[in-house]
Each structure stands twice: as C-alpha cells, then as structure tokens.
Nanobody
Framework: QVQLVESGGGLVQAGDSLRLSCVTSGLTFSRYVMGWFRQAPGKEREFVATINWNPSTYYANSVKGRFTISRDNAKNTVFLQMNSLKPEDTAVYYC????????????????????WGQGTQVPLSS
C-alpha cells in the first residue's frame, strides 16, 4: 500500500531554516504530483506547495520566496526547504499525494489528495 513518511521537523527560531523530507513507497513516485500542507494549532489544514513530474512548482502566497519544494525521483522523496521561518509558520507539516494521472499544479484543497503522511511538527520558539 502507499505510505508517506515525513521527517525533519523540530524546534526552530524565527529566521532559521529547516528542510523537511517525505519518503514514499507503494507508488511509482516519478509519475505523481506531490504536495505539502500544514496545519497550525486551532486552524484548518492549508496548502503550502506542489510539484509535478516536470518538475514545475507552485506555492501559497504566504510561503512564496521563502520555501522551496523539490523532489528526488531516485529516492522516492519530496523535500520542503523552509528559509526565513516566521512564527506563523508554526504547524504540523504533511506531505500528500493526489490521484494518479494528474500533471498540473493547482491541487490546493485537502480533498484533492488521497494519501497523506502522519505529519512532522515544526514549532517555533518565541
């Protein structure tokens, strides 16, 4: 079955950088669009970034210019490099996979995705 395992989260301070990883199994990774979402305390899970097979990328306005999504098809892994972290970036970060056969980037809703990882926490210290 499809599995997604995130890692790389941890306590950081404003201005710090962090790189999240999501290792996948059970799917032909190179053919899939991949997405990152996040859920802050007391808020709904929201879109962060997507990457397709090309690879082309798309970002939420709140992270554009600070976060970079990338992929390594040989390792079945998608990454999220987060720079210049802000207090509002505090959240649990999830990687997700939409249905197969998609090639675009504008999959921004939770229900656009069918598989999810367990999440990795990124708390920012005050």
């Amino acid at each position: 079955q499809v599995q997604l395992v995130e890692s790389g989260g941890g306590l950081v301070q404003a201005g710090d950088s962090l790189r999240l990883s999501c290792v996948t199994s059970g799917l032909t990774f190179s053919r899939y669009v991949m997405g990152w979402f996040r859920q802050a305390p007391g808020k709904e899970r929201e879109f962060v970034a997507t990457i397709n097979w090309n690879p082309s990328t798309y970002y939420a306005n709140s992270v554009k210019g600070r976060f970079t999504i990338s992929r390594d098809n040989a390792k079945n892994t998608v990454f999220l490099q987060m720079n210049s972290l802000k207090p509002e970036d505090t959240a649990v970060y999830y990687c997700a996979v939409p249905p197969s056969g998609l090639s675009g980037l504008y999959y921004l809703k939770n229900n656009d995705y069918v598989y999810w990882g367990q999440g990795t926490q990124v708390p920012l210290s005050s």
